[in-house]
Every structure is written in structure tokens, then in C-alpha cells.
């Protein structure tokens, strides 16, 4: 099987401060990452703060520049798109936001907001839009009335529930998840998961899963990538991963998930 | 595949979205006036709800009104016996100057008289001419200065922020410095030389010229605006979803700036009506046969000592009307500024306190 996406030697650097003097220093963000996610399948990208996963999720996801490399989707360079030649590849990859408060636009009615990439993608009329926007909230578990309500009245779980429906509005293969429970309690973030896992096996989407909560990423991903200072360090099947972690920081990785109950025996991630 | 993850329960998470409201006791009172509306609606509820700025609306509103329609305005004619500029003929009104010195004819309430306007309410000038018509067709020059300066600013200001904001880099170096070009020059004379050149004496090409030196706080501010709502999730949202820059700029971020661009356009009008006056006071901007309420300040700034009146009456209209806007001004910030929270009474928490306990004891409990 081929894959779907595949990052390769992916390099992004971000100047510190002004260049005038061309003293500025550069800071590798991302550093010679290579990856790829076969159809119907999820990569965990897992680091910590700063690790690069979210600047190489947004590279993937076109809203960042990458210095070199390439992003191929059905084995099309994306990263030398630009203009109206991006538009097909924008609908191909969506995205769900980390914070679900900031990642809503608080003027706009939900139904507003899932229907915009169908506005600007789709022939559809206003009657067409409204049904598929319903569909939509329905399939992510909202009811249709939000469809006439605004941001700021749903929860932190509906919430994110409406950034999903507005990334799945458009049909995408592919779905880059940045982070997209760390913003909620333990118990949402599970129904989140739940309702992604079920999304991926309706529609067959590929995910690239972006988290620094290795505990999360285990039960998620089919393949995990541990990226530290722009590198990645180690690469395998979550199982693998975890019962024989190869590099020193995907131990100190593991050994930073909280035990629960310390007297219980099992693996020492369980949770819950 | 993922057995021990709890199934969605999505009744239960509907009902945690209420609870919010319930739980919180500070916010609740706030989060419950919040439920079901838009921003535009909390803000104008909160508007309506500053009584300064209503009471200023309110008169604004009437000074405008009494403004057109007592001397008529364009073809439409007013209601009021004399046109701004005309004088009474002895041979049809039977005088020239109605009382001695041709002080004004108006009797408040608490004099012997009890409240009357009379032929002159605000008096006469030295010819005869009635003080009021003329202070009506200054108020009416005023108020179309204003809303020409208001619309003008608004435009350049809003546009030269947003392009400095949103694109940065060459764009914003070039721009701003033109700004702070602007800023540095004294209003009054880049006012005087530019309304030389369109041609003060006429209302319309005074304001155009005013509007074009007054933008300059306000495209700060959006600039500042825009920087940080670029930076706001939403817009990489809309990107993701093949948004062009024009559609993020008009559909996204202008309406999440639309706050601070009201406020500070209505604060540039206010001050706007004292740079007009200023302007003409200093024979720079209007001039006969055009009247404005600083010309006429400076029209009879040699009477002061024998006819008070004459400018006691468009200093109080020019006072009036700024205040009233600054004030209207101010109530728009409060409403915007969604840290500004009024204190509410001991009543009203009480009253907010038992709603929520009602609610409360009528649902069934769920557990946390």
C-alpha cells in the first residue's frame, strides 16, 4: 500500500528578531523530517513544547512556508502551490484547531462557520449548504439548532465537536488534529476520540495526530513519531513503542504519564 | 479498538454546557444575559444600559432635529419666521431691532413671564439678523462636517491599517511612517493649507480635508487590531478552509475590529467638530455666505462686551454637540470592552441568585 502523504526532509527555520545587522539567530523549528501516513491510517506526532510537531503540522496544512522538503499528497507536491492551484489541495487537507475557543470566529453563527469552505469550494446553493451543515453537526453529535447559535454559547467539547464538522464540510482525505483534546477535561476529550475513531472508520480519513500526552496517542495512532528538537527520534507501532522505547527521551516521555494507582499492576501508562 | 473509552453521552455533555452558567457564581449573571444572542446584540444591550450616553444620544438626536428642520435644509423649507441671515423690514415687521440692543426675546420658566420664545429667542445681531436661524445653519454645517469627517477618516484610516496590519512587513514599514508623517505635522495648519487649497470656505471640501488629516489614530489602532486577530486561530481556520486575504480581512477580522474602529471614529467626530471650529474661528475654514458656528463665534467676537448673546449661543451648541458624542463615545467603549463590568446592586445579585437556585432544584442533578 502507498502512502497518502509523505513528508520528506521537511527543514523550517524561524529568525530570532530582526535581521538588519544579519546577526539574528535562527532557531531550527523543524529540522529533516520525514514521515508518511497511508490512507485510512493515523500518525501520532508526539513531542513536547517546541518540538516542531505543530509548526510541521502547519506546513502540512499550508498555512506555514517550510524552508525545503517536500509534502506530497497522492504523490503531488504541495509545497510549491501557490494561488488557485492550492484551492483543490486545501480541500483535500483540513485541520481541527487546538484551543476551541480561539479557533472559532465569535461573530459568525455555527452554521455560518461550518458552511464557509463549502462556500468557497462547493457549487452548492443556500438550501444544499444548510442541509449538508446539518448532516455535518449531526454526524459530529450536535444537534441541528446550533446550526443558529454562536460560538460562545457551546461548551469546550461542542465546540471543538463544530471544529471537526467544519473541517469534514468540504470532504477531505486527509486531517491534521493539532492537539485537538488538550484543551478539554479528561472525560470530553475521551468522547472527542471516540467521535474522531468513528469519523475515520465512516469516511476512511488519514490522520495526523499532533499531541504531547503520549498516554492519549497510544490507543489512537497506528504509527507514533517522537519528535524532539525538530528531530524525529523514533519512529514505530505504539505496542512496540512502548513496551521497548529505544531513545532516552521517549523514556523520559513514558516515565512522565501519571500513575493512577501505583500499587495496581499492568503496564505503567494505563489509565483509567 | 478503543473498549474502555465511555461511549458519547451526548445529553450529558448538552446539560454541562448549562451547568457552566449554573456553576459559576461571579460570571453567572453575565453568562446568562450572554445565552442566545449575538456580539452585536450584548453590545447594544449594554449600550441602551449606559444612561450617560443615552441621555447624550437623546439630546444629540434633538439638536439635530431642531437643527434641519427649523431652518429648512437643501429644497426642504423649515418652520422658522426668518432664513439664517435675514433681517426684519420695518415696513412689514414694524421694527428693525426688536428689544433694545437686539437681545434675545427668550423668558425661561422661572421669570416673571413664564417660558416664551418670542420673534428672537437667541437674539439679534447688529443689523437685525435673527441670532437663532443663523445658530441653526451652524449647527447644520457642524453636524454635515462631522459626518463627512467621521466617513472619511473612517475609510483611509481603516484601510491603511488594515493593509499595515494584515500584510506587514513593506507595506506596514511604508505606510506607518506615512502615518506618523501625518501625525507629527500640527493638524491646524496641514487644516488651514489643505482647506486653502480645496476650498474652506465650503462645507463639504473642508471636511473632505479635515477627514484626510484625521485618520491617523484610528489606522493605528487597526493596525494594532489587526496584528493581533491575525494571529487569533480563527484566521488560520479560515485559511485552512481556502479563505482568500480579501475575504479574511472583510468577513473575518474587520467585523472582530468593528469594536474598537466605532469607538474611536466616534472619539475622532468629537474632536473633529472643535478642529472645524477652530478652523473657521481662525478664518481658515468657513466663511460667509456659508455660517458655521465658529464663524460665528469669530464673526462677533468684537460685540462681546455689548451683545454677549451672539456667540453665548453657538458656544453652547458647539459645546453641546461635542460633549453629547464624546459621551455617546464613551458609553460605545464600556459596551465594547468586555472587561468593563458594571458592579451590579445588592438587589439584582440577590434576585440572579434565587433565578439560579430555581433552575437549579427544577433539574435534575447530574453528576460530575
Given amino acids: 500500500m502507498t502512502a497518502l502523504l509523505q513528508v520528506e526532509d521537511l527543514v523550517k527555520t524561524f529568525g530570532s528578531g530582526r535581521q538588519l545587522m544579519g546577526t539574528g539567530e535562527l532557531t531550527t523549528a523543524v529540522d529533516h523530517v520525514s514521515f ?124 471543538q465537536r463544530i471544529g471537526i464538522a467544519r473541517a469534514l464540510a468540504v470532504e477531505p482525505e486527509v486531517l491534521i488534529l493539532d492537539e485537538p483534546v488538550s484543551a478539554l477535561d479528561v472525560s470530553i476529550q475521551a468522547q472527542i476520540l471516540t467521535l474522531l475513531t468513528q469519523l475515520q472508520q ?13 498516554a492519549i496517542v497510544e490507543r489512537f495512532c497506528d504509527r507514533i513519531a517522537v519528535l524532539r528538537n525538530g528531530q524525529i527520534v523514533e519512529e514505530g507501532v505504539p505496542r512496540e513503542l512502548y513496551a521497548d522505547p529505544q531513545h532516552e527521551y521517549t523514556k523520559t516521555l513514558l516515565g512522565a504519564i501519571p500513575i493512577p494507582d501505583p500499587r495496581r499492576p499492568g503496564p505503567h501508562y494505563q489509565r483509567r | 479498538m478503543n473498549s474502555n473509552i465511555p461511549p458519547v453521552d451526548q445529553d450529558r455533555e448538552l446539560s454541562d454546557a448549562v451547568d457552566e452558567s449554573v456553576g459559576r457564581g461571579e460570571g453567572a449573571l453575565e453568562l446568562r444575559d450572554a445565552v442566545g444572542k449575538s456580539q452585536g446584540q450584548i453590545v447594544r444591550e449594554r449600550f441602551f444600559r449606559h444612561r450617560g450616553a443615552i441621555a447624550a444620544m437623546i439630546v444629540l438626536a434633538a ?102 496590519g494584515f ?97 474611536s471614529v466616534t472619539l475622532t467626530m468629537s474632536s473633529a467638530i472643535l478642529l472645524e471650529t477652530s478652523l473657521s474661528y481662525l478664518g481658515f475654514g468657513i466663511t460667509s455666505p456659508n455660517v458655521s458656528l465658529g464663524w460665528l463665534i469669530s464673526e462677533y467676537e468684537t460685540a462681546f462686551a455689548t451683545r454677549p448673546w451672539l456667540f453665548w449661543w453657538p458656544g453652547l451648541f458647539i459645546v453641546l454637540i461635542a460633549l453629547t458624542v ?18 451590579p446592586s445588592a438587589r439584582k445579585l440577590a434576585a440572579a441568585e434565587r433565578k439560579l437556585q430555581r433552575e437549579r432544584s427544577s433539574r435534575p442533578e447530574v453528576a460530575p
Fill in chain 1, 36 to 159: 508518511s501516513v497511508e490512507a485510512g491510517r493515523t500518525l501520532g506526532l508526539v513531542g513536547e513544547s517546541g518540538s516542531g510537531k505543530s509548526t510541521t503540522a502547519r506546513i502540512v496544512a499550508r498555512l506555514l512556508d517550510a524552508d525545503s522538503g517536500s509534502v506530497r499528497l497522492h504523490g503531488q507536491e504541495l509545497l510549491t502551490m501557490r494561488g488557485r492551484a492550492l484551492a483543490p489541495i486545501r480541500r483535500q487537507v483540513q485541520m481541527v484547531f487546538q484551543d476551541p475557543f480561539a479557533s472559532l470566529n465569535p461573530r459568525w453563527k455555527v452554521g455560518s462557520l461550518v458552511a464557509e469552505g463549502l462556500k468557497i469550494h462547493s457549487r452548492l446553493d443556500r438550501t444544499q449548504r444548510r442541509d449538508r451543515v446539518v448532516e455535518l453537526l449531526e454526524m459530529c453529535g450536535l444537534p441541528a439548532v446550533a446550526a443558529t447559535r454562536y460560538p460562545h454559547e457551546f461548551s469546550g467539547g461542542q465546540r
Fill in chain 1, 202 to 214: 465512516d469516511l476512511h480519513l488519514t490522520y495526523l495526530f499532533i499531541a504531547h500526552d503520549l
Fill in chain 2, 63 to 164: 439638536v439635530v432635529i431642531l437643527g434641519f428642520s427649523s431652518v429648512g435644509f437643501w429644497f426642504v423649507p423649515g418652520w422658522w419666521e426668518w432664513a439664517p441671515g435675514e433681517r426684519p423690514d420695518p415696513e412689514v415687521h414694524g421694527y428693525r431691532i426688536f428689544n433694545e440692543g437686539g437681545s434675545p426675546t427668550i423668558t425661561m420658566p422661572w421669570s416673571e413671564e413664564g417660558f416664551g420664545i418670542g420673534p428672537h429667542p437667541f437674539g439679534q445681531d447688529d443689523i437685525g439678523r435673527d441670532m437663532f436661524a443663523m445658530v441653526m445653519r451652524g449647527i447644520q454645517t457642524s453636524i454635515i462636517v462631522v459626518v463627512i469627517i467621521g466617513i472619511v477618516a473612517t475609510l483611509i484610516g481603516v484601510l491603511i491599517g488594515a493593509i499595515s
Fill in chain 2, 326 to 343: 464624546n459621551f455617546i463615545g464613551d458609553g460605545l467603549r464600556d459596551a465594547f470592552d468586555p472587561r468593563q463590568r458594571r458592579i
Fill in chain 2, 167 to 263: 500584510f506587514r512587513g513593506a507595506a506596514d514599514q511604508v505606510l506607518m511612517r506615512m502615518t506618523d508623517l501625518v501625525i507629527t505635522l500640527p493638524t491646524i495648519a496641514l487644516g488651514a493649507v489643505l482647506g486653502a487649497i480645496f476650498g474652506a470656505a465650503d462645507p463639504v471640501p473642508l471636511a473632505l480635508a479635515i477627514g484626510a488629516i484625521t485618520w491617523t489614530g484610528l489606522s493605528r489602532l487597526v493596525r494594532a487590531e489587526f496584528l493581533s486577530l491575525r494571529e487569533r486561530e480563527f484566521v488560520d481556520a479560515a485559511r485552512v478552509a481556502g479563505a482568500s486575504n480579501l475575504r479574511i480581512i472583510f468577513k473575518h477580522m474587520l467585523p472582530n475590529a468593528m469594536g474598537v474602529i466605532i469607538v
